[in-house]
């Protein structure tokens, strides 16, 4: 597994940004199948769910970003996004995704983070 994250970056509050997270080389099925998520962590404080997707079941989100932040999968790219809308500064943070693969067990897989930056 290897996940491999994009799409960071600065902007002002009340911009938005999309983060991108893809394994090229994951069997079509693993990936589907999969339970994806985006996760952050704000300097000082703890690693925290952002949005989750489990195959193509209803997205979940923390309540700190729900009805701002979508989560969706393209499943034939091997791609999870997350797309952030109406950011405000306490969005700032890494960004970090995840994916848990029932060929591999309970295993969690991270990409590596990427930081976005909101400024007011």
């Known amino acids: 597994v290897q996940l491999q994250a994009s799409g960071g970056g600065s902007v002002q509050a009340g911009g938005s940004l999309r983060l991108s997270c893809r394994d090229r080389?994951?069997?079509?099925?693993?990936?589907?199948?999969?339970?994806l998520g985006w996760y952050r962590q704000a300097p000082g404080r703890e690693r925290e769910l952002v949005a989750s997707?489990?195959?193509?079941?209803?997205?979940n989100y923390a309540d700190s970003v729900a009805g701002r932040f979508t989560i969706a999968r393209d499943n034939a790219k091997k791609t999870v996004y997350l797309q952030m809308n109406n950011l405000t500064p306490e969005d700032t943070a890494v960004y970090y995704c995840?994916?848990?693969?029932?060929?591999?067990?309970?295993?969690?897989?991270w990409g590596q983070g990427t930081l976005v930056t909101v400024s007011s």
């Open positions: 995840s994916g848990r693969f029932a060929v591999y067990g309970a295993i969690v897989y």
């Open positions: 080389r994951m069997i079509f099925s693993t990936f589907r199948d999969s339970t």
């Open positions: 997707m489990i195959g193509s079941g209803i997205p």
